[in-house]
C-alpha cells in the first residue's frame, strides 16, 4: 500500500472514531423552546360551573355554594385567580380560587368610600383588570369612578370626582358618566370605556386623564380620536400588540383603537354576534365576544365567526358580561342574570361534553312584589289579557311564529306604568324600541314592555334619570337610563302605549318565569279550562278521521302518532271573549272501560308553561298547524297542543306515541288540561280509538 493511501486510511479511522466517540458522549441537547400553541378554532366547547348556585345573594364559601348578586365582569391572575366585579345589592370585588373557593376582596354595601378593603365601598361596580405589580382596577359605574385597590388590599380612587359628567385633566377633577369598561397596559395606562360619554379615556401614570376616541354624540364613524364616534363602549380588552379591543354594544360591532389613535370596525354589524357585552382576546389575536343573546362567539383572525355557546344544540347564557381568559387558553364567563361563573374549555374532537348547569336556578326566588300590579290601583284587581307560552303569530301571515313571553294586564293608552318592586339597572341595554310597540325597559329581572318608557304620553322625560338622546332631526331616538339606577315601588316608569297593555316578564331572555307566580292582588281563577276536541295526527301529520261515530282508527305498526288537544282557559273578571292559553296540557292512555293502562294512572303533563323555553323551534313544537289567529281579522286565538311532543323545564323535544306495544283493540285517549291554579279542564275531553 502506498504511503499516501495509508494517511487516507488513518485520517478516516481516526475521523470515525472521533465522531462516534461525540455521538456517544456528547450530552443531550436542551429542548428548543416553543411558543404558545396557537388557539384552536370552531371548538366543542365543555362547560363547567366554578361558582354560583343560580340563585341572587351574598355567601362566601365553596363554589357550589357561593352566591352573587350580579357577577358583571372579571379578570384572571396567573395563578388561576378569578376576580370578579359583583354589583347589584353586594357591591363587592369577590375571588374565586382554582377550586372554586369564594371569597371578598373589598368592599361592604353601595356607596363610595377609600380605605381598607373591609371598610371600602362601590356602587355598582362593572369592568375590572388587572397589572402585574397585583393592583386591581374596578370601573366604579356608579359613582362615576375608577377605583384601585393595592397588593395590601387598601381601595383608593384612581379617577373621577363622583359627579357625571365630561372633563379630562387631573385625575380629581376629571369626570366619567357611569363608566363600564376598564384596561390596563405594561406601562401602566388604565384605558376607559366611558359608556355614557360614548367614549374611550386613558388615565395617564402620572394621574392625567384624557379622551383617545369618540366624541360628544354617538355614532358610527372609524378615524382618529375627537373625529371617530361610539355608541355606547361596555368592555375592554388589550391584545399582545397594543390595540385595545372596545365591545361597541349599540353598533353591534368590536372596535379596535391602535396606538397610533386610529380606530376601526373589526367585526361589523350583520354577523352571528348580536349585542357584545364583553371581549376577550389571545396570544395569536382570536377573539372572543359575549352578547345580549346568551351567546359566545369566537372570532378568528380572518373574521370568521362561530358561535361556541348560545346556538342550539348548545346551551345558552343568560348575560355573559364577563370574559377572560387564563394562560391555559380557557375562557372564563361571568354570567351576571344567572348569578354563576363558568370555565369554557375546548373538548378532543368527537367527544362529547357532559351537561352543563347554566342560567340561573329554575326554583330561585321570585322578585318581593307583595302582589303588586304594574298599574294604579296597584293593590286592586285588572284585566289579565295574555299568559305566557300562548302561540303568537306575525305580521306577515304565519300564527306559529313564537311563544309570548310574559303576561298581560290590561290599561289605557297613556296610562302609567308604575314599578311593582325596587329595583336596579344592571345592563346598559336597558330600553329598546323606542317609538316601537314592543318598547320597553328592563329594570333588574323585571321587564316592562309596550309603553314610553321614562315619559309621559306627551313624551316628556318623568325626571332627569331619563337621559333623551335625540337625532340629527330633533326626535327620539333613544331613552337611556345607566346602569346602576334605582327605581322604588311605584315610581312611574313609563306609560301604556298604542298596545293598550303591559307585557309583564320575570328573568333573563330565554329563562322567563311565569309571572302569575308573583300572585297579583285579587287575582283569582275558578274557571275550568275548556277541552273543545282530542285528534291523532298521522306520520304525515294530517288528521285521521273517524268514519261516523265509529272509533278512530289508529296503526299499531309504523313511527307513531302525534296527539292533539285543542283547549283554552280565562280567569275571573276576564271578557267573555278573551280567550288565553292554558298552564299545563297532557293526556292519558285507558281501556275501553275507562281505566288508566299501566304508565298512564297520571296524566303525562308534557306541555307546561312553567318557564319560557330558550329554544325558537319550541312554538312548532308546542302547537299544531292551524292554531294561533288563523283568519284575518278573527279574534280568537286557537290553542291546538301537541302533546306528544315536550315544552317543559326549558326543554324542547319532539315524539310521538307509539302504539305498538300494546295489542289491537278499543281504547280512549283522554286529554287533561289546568290552569295555574289547579283547575282540571272541562269538556270533549276523551277520544275513543282502535288500534289495528
Do not use: C
Not at 261 to 289: I, W
Not at 356 to 384: F, K
Not at 631 to 649: E, I, K, M, P, Q
Amino acid at each position: 500500500m502506498k504511503r499516501w493511501q495509508v494517511m487516507i486510511v488513518v485520517v478516516g479511522a481516526l475521523t470515525a472514531t472521533a465522531l462516534a466517540w461525540t455521538f456517544f458522549n456528547t450530552p443531550a441537547s436542551a429542548p428548543v423552546e416553543q411558543g404558545p400553541v396557537p388557539t384552536p378554532l370552531a371548538w366543542q366547547a365543555q362547560i363547567d360551573t366554578l361558582a354560583g348556585d343560580g340563585v341572587g345573594g351574598l355567601r362566601d364559601g365553596a363554589g357550589a355554594q357561593a352566591r352573587f348578586a350580579d357577577p358583571y365582569a372579571l379578570a384572571v391572575d396567573a395563578h388561576g385567580v378569578a376576580y370578579i366585579a359583583d354589583a347589584g345589592d353586594n357591591n363587592r370585588i369577590r375571588r374565586v380560587y382554582p377550586d372554586g373557593r369564594v371569597d371578598t376582596l373589598a368592599g361592604t354595601g353601595e356607596g363610595w368610600r377609600d380605605g381598607p378593603g373591609v371598610q371600602a365601598q362601590f356602587h355598582t361596580p362593572s369592568g375590572i383588570a388587572l397589572d402585574a405589580a397585583g393592583n386591581v382596577y374596578v370601573a366604579d359605574t356608579g359613582n362615576h369612578r375608577i377605583r384601585r385597590i393595592g397588593p395590601d388590599g387598601v381601595v383608593s380612587t384612581l379617577a373621577g370626582d363622583g359627579v357625571a359628567g365630561f372633563a379630562d385633566g387631573a385625575a380629581a377633577q376629571a369626570r366619567f358618566d357611569a363608566p363600564m369598561g376598564v384596561a390596563v397596559d405594561a406601562t401602566g395606562r388604565v384605558y376607559v370605556a366611558d359608556t355614557y360619554n360614548d367614549r374611550i379615556r386613558v388615565i395617564e401614570p402620572d394621574g392625567t386623564v384624557r379622551t383617545v376616541a369618540g366624541g360628544e354624540h354617538p355614532g358610527n364613524v372609524d378615524g382618529f380620536g375627537a373625529e371617530s364616534r361610539l355608541d355606547t363602549p361596555v368592555a375592554l380588552a388589550l391584545d399582545s400588540h397594543g390595540n385595545l379591543l372596545i365591545a361597541d354594544l349599540y353598533n353591534n360591532a368590536i372596535r379596535r383603537l391602535s396606538p397610533d389613535g386610529m380606530l376601526r370596525t373589526q367585526v361589523a354589524d350583520g354577523s352571528v354576534m348580536s349585542g357584545p357585552l364583553s371581549v376577550a382576546v389571545t396570544h395569536d389575536d382570536v377573539l372572543y365576544v359575549g352578547d345580549i343573546n346568551g351567546k359566545v362567539v369566537q372570532v378568528s383572525t380572518q373574521g370568521h365567526q362561530v358561535a361556541l355557546a348560545g346556538v342550539s344544540p348548545q346551551p345558552r347564557f343568560a348575560r355573559p358580561s364577563g370574559l377572560a381568559l387564563d394562560a391555559q387558553g380557557g375562557v372564563y364567563l361571568a354570567d351576571a342574570a344567572a348569578y354563576r361563573v363558568h370555565r369554557l374549555r375546548p373538548l378532543d374532537i368527537g367527544a362529547v361534553p357532559a351537561p352543563a348547569l347554566t342560567g340561573p336556578a329554575a326554583d330561585a326566588p321570585l322578585p318581593v312584589t307583595a302582589g303588586r300590579w304594574p298599574l294604579a290601583p296597584q293593590d286592586g284587581w285588572h284585566e289579565v289579557v295574555g299568559t305566557l307560552g300562548e302561540v303568537r303569530g306575525n305580521f306577515s301571515g304565519e300564527s306559529r311564529h313564537h311563544l309570548h313571553g310574559g303576561f298581560d294586564i290590561r290599561g289605557d293608552v297613556g296610562q302609567r306604568v308604575l314599578a311593582i318592586a325596587d329595583g336596579k339597572v344592571d345592563s346598559a341595554f336597558a330600553s329598546w324600541s323606542v317609538g316601537g310597540q314592543a318598547e320597553g325597559l328592563a329594570l333588574g329581572r323585571l321587564k316592562y314592555i309596550h309603553m314610553q318608557v321614562g315619559r309621559d304620553p306627551r313624551g316628556q322625560a318623568f325626571d332627569p334619570r331619563w337621559q333623551q338622546v335625540l337625532g340629527p332631526d330633533g326626535k327620539l331616538e333613544r331613552v337611556r337610563v345607566r346602569r346602576g339606577t334605582r327605581f322604588h315601588v311605584g315610581e312611574p316608569l313609563g306609560s301604556i302605549n298604542r298596545m293598550a297593555h303591559v307585557h309583564l316578564s320575570v328573568g333573563a331572555s330565554g329563562f322567563e318565569r311565569n309571572a302569575v307566580a308573583l300572585g297579583f292582588v285579587g287575582y283569582a281563577d275558578a274557571f275550568a279550562p275548556r277541552v273543545t276536541s282530542v285528534e291523532v295526527l298521522d306520520d304525515q301529520d294530517l288528521p285521521i278521521k273517524a268514519v261516523g261515530t265509529a272509533p278512530v282508527v289508529v296503526p299499531r305498526q309504523g313511527p307513531g302518532v302525534q296527539i292533539v288537544v285543542e283547549a283554552w282557559d280565562q280567569v275571573d273578571r276576564n271578557l267573555p271573549r278573551r280567550r288565553l292559553g292554558a298552564y299545563q296540557v297532557g293526556y292519558q292512555i285507558l281501556d275501553a272501560q275507562g281505566q288508566p293502562l299501566a304508565g298512564y294512572e297520571q296524566p303525562r303533563f308534557n306541555i307546561v308553561f312553567n318557564r319560557m323555553p330558550p329554544q325558537d323551534s319550541a312554538t312548532v313544537v308546542a302547537y299544531a298547524p292551524d292554531s294561533g289567529i288563523t283568519v284575518h281579522g278573527s279574534a280568537v286565538t286557537r290553542f291546538r297542543y301537541l302533546v306528544t311532543n315536550t315544552v317543559r323545564d326549558g326543554l324542547v323535544e319532539t315524539g310521538r306515541w307509539r302504539p305498538d306495544a300494546l295489542p289491537a283493540g278499543d281504547y280512549v285517549i283522554r286529554a287533561s288540561v289546568r290552569d295555574y291554579s289547579g283547575n282540571e279542564g272541562v269538556g270533549a275531553r276523551d277520544l275513543k280509538i282502535t288500534l289495528l
